[in-house]
DNA sequence: TTGAAATGCGACCGCTCGTTCGCTATAATA
DNA sequence: TATTATAGCGAACGAGCGGTCGCATTTCAA
């Protein structure tokens, strides 16, 4: 059960963090939606710092994990309607999960407060996708594919429009379809542009 | 005096809260930075709350007066190179007005808690800039210095990655040269993809 | 010049914050 | 079974919060 309600509590701060901001959560908010005494909370975690400071450090580790290392890329598309379908469920998993969306919120509430929320807010909304999308467009070029260019130009080119589109929908869920829609629309509108 | 110190209020929670948010900001702080008493802030504003939502109205004044009016619509290049120029010109300013920038940490930090904020969220970093590049490159297929296409896709492929370097430099102030670099070469790549 | 409105101030109020304490109940160890 | 950490609880603490009050000073119209 202690374990278990360590990482119930780093649950709930991702959550309530995420949307309030570190300042604007308060413990007894966040034990209380544990069913949790407010004191109890004290025997995981020494004060609300540590909180913060432990689940950055798993959000660290889990991006790293997750988007980091090689095996997680995803292989070069060999069509250029494969990388349409390639993005779109990229984007749509990165939307849809839960903490992935609570997460880039969280980072983009403390990015100005917090330097290690600063590099991995940096690192979620443009250094990953680009560096991603840098080997896979190589690939593309290799593949014959796409035309001859600077991958990294080509890999930010392609990017950047969708960050914005998925910042969008976090910011207003609601035009999510919509959002999703206009990344297919860019997608494709990209394949006419450089695919050969 | 008067009108002059709810001013200075403004800006300078304009300052705290573009840092620390709404709920890091405290009223104490904030009026000892003015050599100002804290209760003496009651004067001009009847709560916190009220300075957010006074400042927020400002800001959405400020925004429609500079963004939204078509006046303050630059003028179409009359070559691929004067929209560069243009370009570089337009991103200097918004990224070294210091009221600029303070205002999209504010709205970056605050989108979530406040509808207002979300709102001018939006606008702040997709549709004002998509609409007013529309325009732009409607009048620049006119006159035949881009290929003909839909200028609504073509808008939004060019501001968003300029969109995202913007926020790189709010994020990581060291970067702003590198970043401006990145902004050049992208517009450069720009014009060579889609300008005739 | 006078009187009222506007502005500033420090003291203070009630509340909420993060945190601590002493106690109980449970789980693991021997 | 006796012992000992472990994990939970409510009460309470000191600090800091947003906000109020009464009073002094300045501003300015009459």
Redesign the pocket.
């Known amino acids: 059960?202690?374990?278990?309600?360590?990482e119930r509590i780093l649950t709930a701060a991702l959550e309530m963090f995420s949307q309030n901001g570190y300042?604007g959560?308060?413990?007894?908010?966040?034990?209380a939606s544990l069913?949790?005494?407010?004191?109890?909370?004290?025997?995981?975690?020494?004060?609300?710092?540590?909180?913060w400071n432990t689940l950055l450090d798993e959000l660290i580790v889990y991006y790293d994990r997750r988007f980091g290392s090689p095996e997680h890329l995803p292989p070069v598309p060999d069509s250029l309607e494969e990388l349409v379908a390639m993005t779109m469920n990229l984007v749509n998993v990165t939307v849809r999960d839960e903490k992935i969306v609570m997460t880039r919120k969280l980072l983009t509430i403390e990015q100005f407060r917090d330097d290690r929320a600063r590099d991995l807010a940096t690192k979620h909304f443009l250094t990953g996708l680009t560096e991603m999308f840098t080997k896979i467009f190589a690939g593309m070029m290799e593949k014959g594919l796409l035309r001859r260019d600077d991958p990294a130009m080509l890999a930010f080119v392609y990017t950047a429009p969708i960050s914005v589109l998925i910042h969008l929908c976090d910011r207003e869920p609601d035009k999510t379809s919509e959002a999703m829609a206009q990344v297919e629309a860019f997608s494709r509108h990209f394949i006419n542009t450089y695919g050969v």
Do not use: P, Q, V
């Open positions: 059960m202690a374990k278990d309600t360590k300042a959560t308060n413990i007894r908010e966040l034990t069913g949790l005494g407010k004191s109890s909370m004290y025997r995981h975690f020494e004060s609300k710092e540590e909180i």
